[in-house]
């Protein structure tokens, strides 16, 4: 099985939070949620999408983790990104912060940092007539109009028939359901 390629997309990047202060314009609520599977067996070495009914990761016991994709404008770089926020509920978690955000305003700007496992988020002022920001916000709301652009491609999706084949799988699955690792069909 060839190793899980990360093809060129429309999707707005994922942004990586860190010490740093992030700058990011919450749009609106065009949050989608996805599930997804940490493999670190050496074939997929990445987060993957659940395949949902019958998925042969969830097959092997791994746990699910839920995400919330938020998509964001980033008035530093004036392009588009993408926050995933774990749906914890966890003191200092971003998720709740930002959907609070969300909430209270149309379109708020949030200054974003972690320290401590604790995400910080202080509201700032945005001016949403601001030209850069409406064209890219624009663009973006058309393309997820017209399906061109879904978030939950930002994770690699791997069929359930070459999840089958992965080594680990295949014996984990033997051991748990004493089968030969599932059907590849
Ligand atoms: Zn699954």
């Known amino acids: 099985m060839a190793a899980v390629s990360l093809r060129p997309r429309r999707e707005?990047?994922?942004?990586?939070?860190?010490?740093n202060k992030t700058l990011a314009v919450l749009v609106d609520a065009t949050?989608?949620?996805?599930?997804?599977?940490?493999?670190?067996?050496?074939?997929?070495?990445?987060?993957?999408r659940c395949n949902g009914a019958n998925c042969v990761a969830c097959r092997t016991g791994k746990s699910?983790?839920?995400?919330?994709?938020?998509p964001v404008y980033l008035?530093?770089?004036r392009e588009m990104g993408t926050l995933s926020v774990e749906t914890t509920r966890r003191p200092g978690a971003l998720g709740p912060q930002l959907i609070w955000l969300q909430a209270k305003r149309k379109t708020?700007?949030?200054?974003?940092?972690?320290?401590?496992?604790?995400?910080?988020?202080?509201?700032?002022?945005?001016?949403?007539?601001?030209?850069h920001f409406q064209a890219k916000v624009h663009d973006f709301r058309a393309h997820v109009?017209?399906?061109?652009?879904?978030?939950?491609?930002?994770?690699?999706?791997?069929?359930?028939?070459?999840?089958?084949?992965?080594?680990?799988?295949v014996r984990t699955l033997a051991i748990l359901e004493g089968s030969d690792g599932g059907d590849s069909d």
């Open 145 to 169: 109009t017209a399906g061109r652009v879904d978030l939950r491609r930002l994770y690699p999706k791997v069929d359930n028939d070459r999840l089958a084949k992965v080594p680990e799988f």
């Open 31 to 48: 949050n989608v949620t996805v599930k997804l599977h940490y493999c670190t067996e050496p074939e997929i070495r990445s987060f993957i």
């Open 75 to 77: 008035p530093a770089s």
């Open 108 to 131: 708020s700007m949030a200054a974003i940092s972690i320290h401590a496992l604790k995400y910080k988020v202080e509201a700032l002022k945005w001016d949403d007539e601001d030209e």
């Open 64 to 70: 699910v983790q839920e995400r919330i994709l938020i």
């Open 12 to 19: 707005p990047r994922l942004i990586r939070i860190d010490a």
